[in-house]
Structure formats: C-alpha cells, structure tokens
C-alpha cells in the first residue's frame, strides 16, 4: 500500500508510556466491493517466534495433491486442516484433526480482536520461497455466502497479491504479510477477488499461514 483507489481507515492507539505496539491497532483498505483489514502487531515478535516453533514441531504437516486435468499434481507447500469438520477443495478431501491448544487460543484471541467468529482452520507451511499458492478465491458452498476470513503470518515476510475476479478490471493490490501479523479478509473478497502468495527467488526461510474460516453446520 498504497495502491490504486484503496480507502484507508486507521486506528491505532500508541501508547505513550511503552512505546508497545496494540494487538488491536488495524488498518482498513476499502476496495469498492470488499474490504481488508491489517493487525500489523497482532502478536509480539517474541509470542510470533515461539508459536513458529511450536506449531513447525507439533502439527502433522502433510504434502496433499489435487487433482488438475485428470492428473494428481503436490501442492507446492505442507498443511493441515484442523477444526469441528472435514473440509473439501480442489477435489481433494481434507479430514479435520482435533483442536491442538495453542491454534484453538489463538482462534478465541483472534474472536476477541476481531469480533467474528471461527470453527475450522487451514494450516499452511511454505518451507522456502519456491512454495506458493496460486490465484483463487475461498468461496467453497461449505464457507456460505459471504465468507470471513482471519489469516495469521509466522515467519518469513511474504508478499500476498489480490486482483478482481473480472479479468477486465485493471485494479491490484499487494500487502506485505509480517511475522505476527494478522490480515482479515472482509465481505465481498471471495466474492469478487482472487488472491495469491506467489513464489520468492532466493528466500529459504520457511513460513506459516493460518486462515481461520466458519464453515456452514
Ligand atoms: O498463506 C497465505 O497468506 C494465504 C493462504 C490462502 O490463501 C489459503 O490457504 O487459502
Ligand atoms: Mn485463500
């Protein structure tokens, strides 16, 4: 930011006597039909670190493949899809592992800041700057029709890009996702944009993703 016709709304609460940057504090981008919103301090760097540790050591990454053309192709990162229900993309079936404390702490803090609510969560792993995840939108029937969704970055600063869905709308937007940042995704964004993390030349640092969704009962 900033980018073309991007709106912005700002609330952030410095405080005078620590110097300490807000969980709280955000940065509203309105883009006409969808709305962002970044907590570039939702965590502290130290509750970031020791998160990335715990979650790179504890969770059971797996590598899964969708099917593309009547081919099964890798997808070119780890993940894991935890919560109160299974989960389908892509043809591709993910079974939901039990909340493990440290995510489900995190989704009630998220709760709290935000003010919405989650039951499910994708857990991205990108081991180096070679893994990505290519252009779409998280607008899956399960997600109802208007989704939500709360995306938390651990470790390495990525780029994360949106355009809109209709190919003749020039608009773009690209973000820079920190360690310990938290980027809400608000109505209207997996209606009418697709979004991306594309790949780094040269980045070996591996980075965590976490898109807290509610999926329909
Ligand atoms: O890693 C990211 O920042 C985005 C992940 C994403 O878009 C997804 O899991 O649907
Ligand atoms: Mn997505």
């Known amino acids: 930011m900033p980018q073309t016709g991007a709106l912005k709304h700002r609330s952030m609460q410095a405080n005078l006597f620590t110097n300490q ?3 709280h504090d955000f940065e509203t981008h309105e883009l006409g039909d969808g709305w962002i919103r970044e907590y570039p301090c939702f965590l502290s760097e130290a509750q970031a670190s020791s998160l990335l540790a715990d979650l790179l050591e504890s969770i059971p990454w797996q590598q899964d493949q ?3 053309a009547g081919r099964l192709i890798p997808v070119p ?4 899809w935890m919560g109160d229900a299974d989960y389908s993309y892509s043809g591709l079936r993910l079974k939901a592992l039990a909340w493990q404390l440290p995510v489900l702490a995190l989704k009630q803090q998220i709760e709290t800041v935000t003010g919405r609510q ?3 969560v994708l857990l991205n792993y990108y081991r180096n700057g070679q893994d990505s995840v290519a252009w779409h939108a998280d ?4 997600l109802g029709p208007e989704p939500v969704i709360a995306s938390l970055s651990l470790g390495a600063e990525r780029p994360f890009r949106l355009r809109p869905k209709a190919t003749e709308r020039p608009e773009r937007q690209r973000l820079l996702l920190r360690h310990g940042s938290l980027l ?4 209207g964004i997996q209606n009418n944009w697709l979004h991306e993390l594309p790949k780094v030349k040269g980045l070996e640092k591996p980075r965590l993703n976490l898109t807290f969704r509610q999926l329909l009962k």
């Open 77 to 80: 990162r780890l993940q894991c």
């Open 118 to 120: 989650f039951n499910s």
């Open 139 to 142: 607008d899956e029937p399960e």
């Open 21 to 23: 940057s807000d969980p």
């Open 184 to 187: 809400l995704m608000g109505e």
């Open 66 to 68: 969708i099917r593309i």
